[in-house]
DNA sequence: TTGAAAGCGCTAACAA
DNA sequence: TTGTTAGCGCTTTCAA
């Protein structure tokens, strides 16, 4: 069932039936009647594909994240689908799994599929290959905007969070317990949030003259396992930290459960301040700070950024459209953290 | 840059062009060389919507699910997607936050896009909408596949769990325990998985010959809010049950957070069986037993199934594919539990 | 208010 | 081994 039957059987031309349908033109009342008469009674849908390559514009964009199993994508996912929804726009979803690989693939993909747009929290911020295709996508018309990590240099929109202010902020808060031993289990350094993490927990550290022992900061990958592993380390050093700031939710999973696999007990033995909030142990009221931020919110300001660009492929060395989002500290619980502060 | 331009560049025909690429059809080895280093030279990508157009065929399956944010989704999300990108297929993610108004919507843009397939969670069980356009995609050769939730009487492929067995086999070993006193927080009963889940403690509860008062069994929707209400009217009963079945991951969470608001302990004045794991509690080494699933298993069952029965318009009569998939029991602590049996 | 016809970029049957 | 050409289903200009 295509256009041309619904025309035949109507007894008009195409070019009525799209007008029709589209409703762009004139098309007498009685016509439109029998066009939609035809249309329901046949249940005909046009196809999308066809008219996507007449007017050359897919209302799709993708959706390049690393961990759609991850808390934090998947309630950003939740945002941009909100509003993609909400002006007509579909998604495709790619999921990179952290592969350089698969991402690659996936732009590739992008491209072939003529996608209005993409949205993408890059494998790594270092890759010449996804950087140049970004760019090449901006300069063809296409709207591109980062989540979370940067690609230095590309000078690329991006909905950004306040890392350095946040961490700096909690961890001053943990000074301002009374804990002077406080430890790191750090993201890569050559993306943006593990960098700005590490870099608000050092001025925390430093701003209140403290000194950080080369041992309590350790390198995590923003992944469990090597978490774990960071978290043995820390509690195995003679002078283990009373404190540890975790700087993402797999992080601060992979700690915990080192820690509690030691029976050690949240708030009691040990403080922790994670990046990023976890909604189970929210349900539960487990005594874990964290410095939270509004994920869907993210998502969200992504797609609306991304729409936002849409076809401004003129406006040369225009200024980069950073959108950098503010987090919050929630304090919970860990009686021993704040009453140090006062004894 | 189109086809056209590179057979034009090349000195070829675009039909040369388009077997060089698509590796369809002799071309001669020189001739090869000298198409691609055109293309390589203007990086040219060929349009998938005109080829898609062409060959009749989108290389896409839809992907239709209630809630991404939730833990169980993501995962079979992840599946889904891992299998898909083996076999050259993408998705359109197509959340639908549990409103008829947006699935119907969706199922709208399966159709016009073309999609191969769907795979769907639909909001209800019992919307003939959505049952009548799943009938007829499966009619016009689109694989449909449901995942957890059923479309009664569509005789529609799809990829469940075995939710009888799972919530009997738990319960029992509550009443193994030493539990008389056993409620349970159901899901919709309108759906297969509340419906199943149900059955299962209730087989279970006569099985051994145990009484079930009625208040014992109190209706949630498979969400936190609810949940939370049911567990305050639970523990408000003159006898209240010393343990609860929840019915999916976010029962759980809802109960659990009433439980813990009133400073409840899991596994010592409580027990708590729930269906799905939930990983953080998992990391944390909680007290909470539960009926766990290989959600990306079932994720990846889906796809494959999807896969599997494509372009099968003709096969008339066909039994319906139904891959019921096992439920682990994983009994954690909870040491009244244990010990109340032997006592 | 409507229709004829060209075109979107690609594929594939057929002929050469 | 290659080219010609007729679609795929829709939009849109231009003329009527």
Redesign the interface.
Request: charged share 25%; aromatic share 6%; net charge positive.
């Given at each position: 069932m295509t256009i041309q039957d619904i025309a035949n059987l109507t007894g008009v031309s195409t070019a009525t039936v799209s007008r029709a349908i589209n409703k762009t033109g004139y098309v007498k009342e009685e016509t439109r009647r029998r066009i939609f008469e035809v249309i329901d009674k046949h249940?005909y849908?046009?196809?999308?594909?066809?008219r996507?390559?007449s007017i050359n514009d897919?209302s799709?964009v993708g959706?390049i994240i690393p961990?759609?199993?991850n808390?934090f994508f998947?309630?950003v996912?939740?945002g941009i689908?909100e509003v993609a929804?909400e002006n007509g726009y579909?998604?495709?979803?790619?999921?990179s799994n952290e592969s350089l690989k698969?991402e690659h693939s996936f732009l590739?993909?992008v491209?072939?599929?003529?996608l209005a747009g993409v949205i993408i929290t890059p494998v790594s911020e270092e890759d010449v290959f996804t950087k140049d295709r970004l760019l090449?996508f901006k300069q063809r018309g296409m709207s591109v905007v980062l989540v979370d990590r940067d690609v230095p240099g590309s000078n690329i929109d991006g909905v950004f969070s306040d890392n350095v202010t946040a961490a700096r902020d909690g961890v001053s808060k943990l000074i301002e317990a009374g804990h002077t031993k406080i430890a790191t289990i750090s993201g890569p350094e050559t993306s943006k949030p593990g960098k700005e993490r590490l870099l608000g927990y050092i001025q925390a550290m430093e701003g209140a003259g403290l000194y950080i022992p080369p041992q309590y900061v350790t390198h995590g990958d923003f992944r469990?396992q090597r978490a774990f592993e960071c978290a043995k380390s820390l509690l195995s050093l003679n002078e283990p930290p009373t404190a540890i700031f975790t700087s993402n939710n797999l992080t601060t999973?992979?700690c915990?459960?080192y820690l509690?696999?030691n029976k050690m007990k949240i708030g009691r033995d040990i403080s922790i301040l994670g990046f990023d909030d976890?909604?189970?142990?929210k349900?539960?009221?487990?005594k874990l700070s964290v410095i939270d931020r509004d994920m869907n919110q993210i998502g969200r300001e992504a797609m609306r950024l991304l729409l936002k660009n849409l076809n401004k492929r003129h406006v040369k060395n225009r200024e980069r459209e950073s959108i950098v989002l503010p987090c919050t500290l929630i304090l919970r619980g860990a009686k021993k953290m704040r009453l140090k502060g006062r004894s």
């Amino acid at each position: 069932m295509t256009i041309q039957d619904i025309a035949n059987l109507t007894g008009v031309s195409t070019a009525t039936v799209s007008r029709a349908i589209n409703k762009t033109g004139y098309v007498k009342e009685e016509t439109r009647r029998r066009i939609f008469e035809v249309i329901d009674k046949h249940k005909y849908v046009p196809n999308a594909v066809a008219r996507s390559l007449s007017i050359n514009d897919t209302s799709c964009v993708g959706v390049i994240i690393p961990d759609i199993e991850n808390e934090f994508f998947s309630k950003v996912m939740s945002g941009i689908a909100e509003v993609a929804e909400e002006n007509g726009y579909h998604i495709l979803f790619l999921g990179s799994n952290e592969s350089l690989k698969r991402e690659h693939s996936f732009l590739n993909i992008v491209e072939a599929q003529r996608l209005a747009g993409v949205i993408i929290t890059p494998v790594s911020e270092e890759d010449v290959f996804t950087k140049d295709r970004l760019l090449r996508f901006k300069q063809r018309g296409m709207s591109v905007v980062l989540v979370d990590r940067d690609v230095p240099g590309s000078n690329i929109d991006g909905v950004f969070s306040d890392n350095v202010t946040a961490a700096r902020d909690g961890v001053s808060k943990l000074i301002e317990a009374g804990h002077t031993k406080i430890a790191t289990i750090s993201g890569p350094e050559t993306s943006k949030p593990g960098k700005e993490r590490l870099l608000g927990y050092i001025q925390a550290m430093e701003g209140a003259g403290l000194y950080i022992p080369p041992q309590y900061v350790t390198h995590g990958d923003f992944r469990k396992q090597r978490a774990f592993e960071c978290a043995k380390s820390l509690l195995s050093l003679n002078e283990p930290p009373t404190a540890i700031f975790t700087s993402n939710n797999l992080t601060t999973l992979g700690c915990l459960e080192y820690l509690t696999s030691n029976k050690m007990k949240i708030g009691r033995d040990i403080s922790i301040l994670g990046f990023d909030d976890i909604e189970a142990l929210k349900a539960i009221n487990y005594k874990l700070s964290v410095i939270d931020r509004d994920m869907n919110q993210i998502g969200r300001e992504a797609m609306r950024l991304l729409l936002k660009n849409l076809n401004k492929r003129h406006v040369k060395n225009r200024e980069r459209e950073s959108i950098v989002l503010p987090c919050t500290l929630i304090l919970r619980g860990a009686k021993k953290m704040r009453l140090k502060g006062r004894s």
